[in-house]
């Protein structure tokens, strides 16, 4: 073979895994806004891919050996290259039409699992396996021999697989989070488009098809992620899919697939029926006068507004790790005018590494989606550093979704509260899955709520007062640790068990 040929056969198979890569990375962060972005929808992501690679590595063995032309490969990528141009529009015109709640039912977990199967399915899987057909085809083209046919094979593989690390580093620190997920897409497709045509030396002609991916972006350039009259705001940001809805006057902070609610705006009601009020009044319970506290998860300041408004003399920091999220809560939650100092940073590492700083109270209220506590805020670790930065008589207050006290997920954060601290109290508000956890090492006097003198509060303390209590069992082989933290697994496992028992 000329030696030209085969270095651009090298050039060929790097830009082709550069390409699967950018493709699945992107993938993700399309897909976040609809399905979210857990690891269901990781798993559909990996195994699609992976399913479609295996495929076309068969195929594209098979079709090399019966059409054993450099043309015949430049073509097929082509196809490939043109599918991939068309997947942003159709992805969000399809994804923005259909009512997935008709086909799934309103059952989350179902919409999730489901729907980013069929979407990876149907926008991911062709190109990838077309893809597939790279590396054999190239092994074919390029060993003359079988004596050096295991040199060709592993020289072509490191090369595919080296175009793969620099799409997974470019992709994921690059180019989705600086540039944009359909910006990723439509790269993809150009390199492909201009690899070909290059490949195919006398059809130079072709190199025009590149323009198709150009032309596109610019046709959706600016367009809404999602389309929704009730989307006043939305960021594709550096950590996930941020949008602000407001119905009613009221507005709502989701990210992701918006199915969850991180935050609510309401500039008449400071009340919201939600766990927030429950926890905003916490330090009525507390043993000593709360003079300053810890928010870890601040999101758009729901909490901390509550704080401020029952507590306006208490001193209050707020963690929140997407500056996203601060920017969308600035402008649409009044958060720049509330009394808090925030910090963007994840959770742990500012207990860890942060400021020196002691308090009061420590909220934790993290969440990524609707449904997943960050793992490393669960841990025994994490509590042990959490009580380094409490005040003596210090309190914990955290908001933990699950369905039942006795729920695998709730024993472990349980027990690693109690590896930590003497007392430990839950309750678990009227929705049957949001649930008040406090710990102390100091005993508290639950019957303080009592004195609360705020007829607005009146309901929420009656509720304290019936059914916030102590926890009597240490949980102790439940315990999550460091090492051992399988968070996403028991909440998906709790979640599914509920949905087969329907």
Request: glycine share 6%; charged share 15%.
């Given at each position: 073979m000329d030696k030209k040929i085969k270095y651009f056969i090298y050039l060929f198979v790097f830009v082709c895994g550069v390409a699967v890569m950018f493709l699945e990375m992107a993938a993700a962060r399309m897909m976040a806004p609809y399905f979210g972005s857990s690891i269901f929808v990781w798993g559909n992501i990996i195994g699609i891919v992976l399913i479609a690679l295996s495929a076309g590595y068969y195929f594209g063995g098979r079709i090399a050996d019966k059409y054993p032309q450099k043309k015949t490969l430049m073509f097929?990528?082509?196809?490939?290259?043109?599918?991939?141009?068309?997947?942003?529009?159709?992805?969000?015109?399809?994804?923005?039409?259909?009512?997935?709640?008709?086909?799934?039912?309103?059952d989350f977990l179902l919409l999730v699992i489901l729907g980013s199967f069929l979407s990876s399915l149907l926008f991911f899987a062709v190109p990838i396996f077309i893809l597939g057909f790279v590396s054999p085809y190239a092994i074919r083209l390029t060993a003359s021999d079988v004596i050096n046919a295991g040199k060709v094979a592993g020289s072509l593989y490191a090369f595919s697989t080296l175009g793969s690390i620099v799409g997974t580093f470019g992709a994921a620190f690059v180019i989705v989070p600086f540039w944009g997920s359909r910006e990723t897409v439509y790269l993809a497709s150009f390199l492909l488009l201009?690899?070909?045509?290059?490949?195919?030396?006398?059809k130079p002609y072709l190199l025009?098809?590149?323009?198709?991916?150009?032309?596109?972006?610019?046709?959706?350039?600016?367009?809404?992620?999602?389309?929704?009259?009730?989307?006043?705001?939305?960021?594709?940001?550096?950590?996930?899919?941020?949008?602000?809805k407001e119905r009613d006057g009221i507005k709502v902070l989701s990210v992701n697939e918006g199915m969850g609610t991180q935050s609510i705006y309401d500039s008449e009601n400071i009340l919201t029926n939600k766990y927030y009020d429950?926890?905003?009044?916490?330090?009525?319970?507390?043993?000593k006068v709360?003079?300053?506290?810890?928010?870890?998860?601040l999101a758009g300041g729901t909490l901390s507004r509550q704080i401020n408004h029952f507590f306006p003399g208490m001193e209050l920091?707020?963690?929140?790790?997407?500056?996203?999220?601060?920017?969308?809560?600035?402008?649409?939650?009044?958060?720049?005018?509330?009394n808090v100092k925030v910090i963007p940073a994840d959770g742990r590492m500012f207990v860890k590494y942060g400021d020196e700083k002691k308090y009061d109270i420590i909220f934790i209220d993290a969440y990524s989606q609707e449904l997943y506590i960050p793992w490393h805020l669960t841990?025994?670790?994490?509590?042990?550093?959490?009580?380094?930065r409490l005040n003596d008589e210090g309190m914990v207050v955290m908001n933990v979704v699950s369905n039942s006290q006795e729920s695998h997920l709730m024993k472990g954060i349980l027990g690693s509260l109690k590896?930590?601290?003497?007392?430990?109290?839950?309750?678990?508000?009227?929705?049957?899955?949001?649930?008040?956890?406090?710990?102390?090492?100091?005993?508290l006097d639950l019957d303080k709520i009592n004195e609360i003198n705020n007829p607005e509060l009146e309901k929420i303390a009656e509720y304290y007062n019936l059914h916030l209590e102590e926890v009597n069992n240490n949980y102790q082989d439940a315990v999550f640790t460091d090492n051992r933290a399988p968070v996403e697994l028991l909440s998906d496992k709790m979640w599914l068990k509920e949905i087969f028992t329907l």
């Open positions: 097929f990528v082509i196809c490939a290259g043109i599918y991939t141009s068309f997947i942003p529009i159709v992805f969000k015109f399809i994804n923005d039409s259909l009512n997935f709640t008709h086909y799934f039912g309103s201009v690899i070909s045509a290059i490949g195919l030396i006398k025009i098809l590149a323009l198709l991916p150009v032309a596109l972006y610019f046709l959706q350039a600016g367009a809404a992620i999602k389309d929704s009259e009730e989307i006043i705001y939305e960021d594709d940001s550096m950590y996930q899919y941020i949008q602000v429950y926890l905003s009044i916490s330090p009525y319970i507390s043993n709360v003079k300053n506290g810890l928010i870890i998860g920091t707020g963690i929140e790790i997407d500056p996203g999220v601060i920017k969308a809560a600035n402008e649409h939650f009044n958060l720049e005018s509330q841990t025994r670790e994490f509590f042990q550093e959490v009580s380094t590896a930590n601290y003497a007392h430990v109290y839950i309750m678990t508000l009227k929705n049957g899955t949001s649930n008040v956890v406090v710990a102390s090492a100091d005993s």
